[in-house]
């Protein structure tokens, strides 16, 4: 299982907006700035996020986005599951002997299964407020890479 680019911007937006002030709405270029997501990948993620109804658009002047629930109540398995679909290991393991003729008699197929179980198990239990950013990938990046002051200035 490897977990994409629209997973990991899609956790970083939505993690960001967790780490701002309850209510406050966030432009969209604020949060590409501040965790380094590509326009183009961000506008379609958004949209999939408002879709999944994780987070609220708001349009004119002073529009942008917002939580749509309390942080603590979206998981990282929904956020996960709201751009790439249900989580799935391995394809016959939701879809069975219509994936796979060998599936009944697959030896297999219950260790992918369990992994498949504790890997969703373990994403729906962290929650977008146990990871919130206030202050933005970017910055945290650029603070970490000053030089440290001397002392003797």
Request: with cysteine; charged share 25%; hydrophobic share 35%.
């Amino acid at each position: 299982m490897q977990v994409g680019r629209r997973v990991d911007y899609a956790v970083r937006a939505i993690t960001y907006l967790a780490g701002q002030p309850l209510g406050k709405i966030v432009c969209k270029t604020e949060i590409e700035k501040k965790q380094d997501i590509p326009s183009h990948y961000l506008s379609k993620i958004m949209k999939e996020l408002v879709a999944a109804g994780l987070i609220n658009s708001h349009f004119g002047s002073k529009g942008g986005y917002s939580l749509a629930k309390p942080p603590r109540e979206i998981s990282i398995r929904e956020v996960y599951e709201s751009v790439e679909g249900p989580l799935v290991i391995m394809p016959s393991v939701e879809r069975g002997e219509e994936y796979c003729p060998y599936y009944s008699v697959c030896t297999q197929i219950s260790i992918w299964e369990k992994a498949q179980n504790l890997v969703a198990g373990f994403l729906a239990k962290i929650s977008v407020e146990d990871i919130a950013d206030q202050q933005g990938l970017r910055d945290r990046f650029n603070h970490s890479r000053d030089p440290m002051p001397s002392g003797n200035e």
